[in-house]
T-cell receptor, first 113, second 112 residues
Framework: NAGVTQTPKFQVLKTGQSMTLQCAQDMNHEYMSWYRQDPGMGLRLIHYSVGAGITDQGEVPNGYNVSRSTTEDFPLRLLSAAPSQTSVYFC????????????FGQGTRLTVV | AQSVTQPDIHITVSEGASLELRCNYSYGATPYLFWYVQSPGQGLQLLLKYFSGDTLVQGIKGFEAEFKRSQSSFNLRKPSVHWSDAAEYFCAVENSGYALNFGKGTSLLVTP
């Protein structure tokens, strides 16, 4: 049981480049989300999805796009990378019910130069 | 607005000493509450959670937390800290729509 898998683990981008951070889970969780972690800021929600075909914005969505074509996958797209997007990104998944817990991937460390 | 506050950015304790990490939340109803731990360069691991029932919850690695509705608090405790407990600890509240609202974290340093 792999849980939540994020790829790549590390990435360096130049300003203006685009890329996709991949997230896959094998637990048949309906709910998936993306967070970014910055020093002293905790984790902030970027986008989330409660099921295939359904996505919504979190606290800090600007500069990011998501889609959810399958239950398993929830990719995060950076359309035109900016230095302010330098961060560690975490994907999480859980069941859509009251008393459940979120499972996190190992993170993607992104640097934009 | 809903918020989670961890008042202590850094805490230093001696190995073998007791530990208490504070967490306060602002939310209208009784939320679902979580504590996560993050070791350097790693993802987040769930220590414990509170959904309902007994307000003292036991977690992994010898941690426990107590939910106090009157104080809007969910403090994390451990009777005797080990060097391997050095990490960053996050308190989180489940928002509507299943998203987690995190505190800014407390960094724990354990000295010999």
């Amino acid at each position: 049981n792999a849980g939540v898998t994020q790829t790549p683990k590390f990435q360096v981008l130049k300003t203006g480049q685009s890329m996709t951070l991949q997230c896959a889970q094998d637990m048949n969780h309906e709910y998936m989300s993306w967070y970014r972690q910055d020093p002293g800021m905790g984790l902030r929600l970027i986008h989330y999805s409660v099921g295939a075909g359904i996505t919504d914005q979190g606290e800090v969505p600007n500069g990011y796009n998501v889609s959810r074509s399958t239950t398993e996958d929830f990719p995060l797209r950076l359309l035109s990378a900016a230095p302010s997007q330098t961060s560690v990104y975490f994907c999480a998944s859980s069941y859509v019910s009251g008393d459940t817990e979120a499972f996190f991937g190992q993170g993607t460390r992104l640097t934009v130069v | 607005a809903q918020s989670v506050t961890q008042p202590d950015i850094h805490i230093t304790v001696s190995e073998g000493a007791s530990l208490e990490l504070r967490c306060n939340y602002s939310y209208g109803a009784t939320p679902y509450l979580f504590w996560y731990v993050q070791s350097p360069g790693q993802g987040l691991q769930l220590l414990l959670k509170y959904f309902s029932g007994d307000t003292l919850v036991q977690g992994i690695k010898g941690f426990e937390a107590e939910f106090k509705r009157s104080q809007s608090s969910f403090n994390l405790r451990k009777p005797s800290v080990h060097w391997s407990d050095a990490a960053e600890y996050f308190c989180a509240v489940e928002n509507s729509g299943y998203a987690l609202n995190f505190g800014k974290g407390t960094s724990l340093l354990v000295t010999p």
